[in-house]
């Protein structure tokens, strides 16, 4: 099975990924993640790229493309992407790639709906856990003496930076808003939409009857 999920920023696509890869035994592509592990990582490419995720842009097509290529030799067809395809040329490169790797496509794409006053409110108190990628809301810890992540128990509970600055998340916000149309229009046919203004086990339900239903 291979999944796309698209969703604004804080609509909880890392969250619901995580759930989706344990149900269906896939392998996660997130490339958020990958690109803030190449920026902590120090090296030329990171350097590169820094300021361009910081103030909530988009990284250049072929810089992302070449990165996603070099993570299909690692997975089998079965595979959840995270934050892939972004536009309309990135979704066509993937359509490109699937053929010539598997002779197959995406069968599966999700799309997370969710007001922006809750986006905005949910990326101002996000904490990711810098080891597991575990993702809490502020407040839901009582005290910041005790932000310990409740999965793996690490301390290094932090805001990314492209959450601390409001213009920033905007940014994020209304270039999804841009980009989404050529998508919507693309996967038209296979389009699952699903309201993430609910609480996570809510939106998880909603996505795995809406693919148990696609899957008959
Ligand atoms: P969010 O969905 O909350 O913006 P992500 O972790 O998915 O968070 O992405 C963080 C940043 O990484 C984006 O703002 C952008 O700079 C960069 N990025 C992620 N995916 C892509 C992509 N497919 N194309 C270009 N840039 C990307």
Known sequence: MIITIFGPPGSG???????????YNLKLISVGDLLR????????????????????NLIQDEV??????????????????????RNLNQALFLTRILREKYNRDVNIIIELQLDDKIA????????????????????SFKNDDNLVCMKCKSARLERRIDDSDLSAI????????????????????????????LDVVQVKQEIESKISCNLV
């Open 13 to 23: 696509k890392g969250t619901q990924s995580n759930l989706l890869i344990a149900k």
């Open 37 to 56: 592990n190449i920026i902590s990582s120090g090296g030329e490419l990171g350097k590169k790229i820094k300021d361009t995720v910081e103030s909530g």
């Open 64 to 85: 992302i493309c070449e990165l996603l290529r070099d993570q299909l030799t690692l997975v089998d067809d079965n595979f959840l992407l995270d934050g892939f395809p």
């Open 120 to 139: 905005i409110d949910r990326l101002k108190n996000r904490l990711v856990c810098l080891d597991c990628k575990g993702v809490y809301s502020a407040t």
């Open 170 to 197: 905007h940014r994020r916000i209304s270039e999804y808003y841009i980009q989404i149309k050529s998508l919507r229009e693309y996967y038209k046919d296979r389009l699952l939409t699903v309201n993430a203004n």
